[in-house]
């Protein structure tokens, strides 16, 4: 059975009707009875914004948005949900704030700024045994082996 697309349920939810208002889309998005203030007013921030559907106008002093729109749009954010899917509309993330004063971001630099030389001295010492090693196994060419110094 194939499944549906979104603007086919949007037309079966909303029969007869061509355009929607933002508690109705806020209805189709977020289901019966989910249709609260809050979303009623996040809808219409993201109508101003142009991020629920990219290049839509006003109606006069109110939003008609048309089924088959909002259901576009609603496709496309399904396909940028899937793997793999196209990045022509990037997903909107809130930005996270940081509870790390600017004490702690200097010292957390400043410790890892330690720790890379101390990696950077450890691998040249690393390296330098490793020559050590190499020239205590193969013998001089024309005489006795070193002998080792003694402190």
Same mark, same amino acid.
């Given at each position: 059975m194939a499944s549906k697309?979104? @603007?086919e349920v949007l037309?079966?939810?909303f029969p007869g009707r061509a355009a929607l208002s933002p508690k109705e889309i806020a209805r189709a998005l977020y289901g019966d009875g989910k249709d609260t203030k809050k979303r009623v007013e996040t809808v219409r921030a993201a109508l101003d914004?142009?991020?629920l559907i990219p290049g839509l106008r006003k109606d006069g002093a109110r939003w008609r948005v048309p089924i088959a729109s909002l259901g576009a749009a609603m496709d496309a954010r399904v396909r940028l949900a899937q793997p793999g899917g196209s990045l022509d509309m990037p997903p909107q993330r809130r930005k996270a704030q940081s509870t790390i004063g600017p004490r702690m971001l200097f010292q957390r630099d400043r410790a890892a700024a330690v720790w890379r030389q101390?990696?950077?001295e450890v691998d040249e010492l690393r390296a330098g045994e490793s020559n050590d090693n190499l020239q205590?196994? @193969?013998p001089p060419a024309g005489g006795t082996p070193p002998q080792p110094i003694r402190y």
């Amino acid at each position: 059975m194939a499944s549906k697309s979104n @603007t086919e349920v949007l037309q079966e939810a909303f029969p007869g009707r061509a355009a929607l208002s933002p508690k109705e889309i806020a209805r189709a998005l977020y289901g019966d009875g989910k249709d609260t203030k809050k979303r009623v007013e996040t809808v219409r921030a993201a109508l101003d914004a142009g991020t629920l559907i990219p290049g839509l106008r006003k109606d006069g002093a109110r939003w008609r948005v048309p089924i088959a729109s909002l259901g576009a749009a609603m496709d496309a954010r399904v396909r940028l949900a899937q793997p793999g899917g196209s990045l022509d509309m990037p997903p909107q993330r809130r930005k996270a704030q940081s509870t790390i004063g600017p004490r702690m971001l200097f010292q957390r630099d400043r410790a890892a700024a330690v720790w890379r030389q101390i990696l950077i001295e450890v691998d040249e010492l690393r390296a330098g045994e490793s020559n050590d090693n190499l020239q205590a196994k @193969t013998p001089p060419a024309g005489g006795t082996p070193p002998q080792p110094i003694r402190y």
